[in-house]
């Protein structure tokens, strides 16, 4: 099992900066599985945000946010960060924490890839 906790969440006006965290516990080898955010706004599907392969090294980002977020780990402390600048109202949602063991090379891209979420934090972009 696997446990993973966001924080970080809260409101902030357009064109302000929010920083994401998750930190994972529960499973000793949590190290290898790649981790990523998505995100969830009401009424709508949740959809991917970002992703990180198991080492680090390899970032990924959903065309929405591309540029504006940036995803990082560290894999000792078994955290992942999202670094979220320039945001817009359209950025509101409930942002989750994702583990994927199944592609650490790549990462999860669809919910059906994610082997464990967080409970979510809430993210909230208005003027």
């Known amino acids: 099992q696997v446990q993973l906790v966001e924080s970080g969440g809260g409101s902030v006006q357009p064109g302000g900066s929010l920083r994401l965290s998750c930190v994972a516990s529960?499973?000793?080898?949590?190290?290898?599985?790649?981790m990523g955010w998505f995100r969830q706004a009401p009424g709508k599907e949740r959809e991917f945000v970002a992703a990180?392969?198991?080492?680090?090294?390899?970032?990924d980002y959903s065309d929405s946010v591309k540029g504006r977020f940036t995803i990082s780990r560290d894999r000792l402390q078994y955290t992942v960060s999202l670094q979220m600048n320039s945001l817009k109202p359209e950025d509101t949602a409930v942002y989750y924490c994702?583990?994927?063991?199944?592609?650490?090379?790549?990462?999860?891209?669809?919910?059906?890839?994610?082997?464990?979420w967080g409970q979510g934090t809430q993210v909230t972009v208005s003027s």
């Open positions: 994702a583990v994927d063991f199944g592609s650490p090379y790549r990462g999860p891209r669809t919910p059906s890839d994610v082997d464990y």
């Open positions: 990180i392969d198991w080492s680090g090294s390899i970032g």
């Open positions: 529960g499973e000793i080898f949590i190290s290898i599985g790649a």
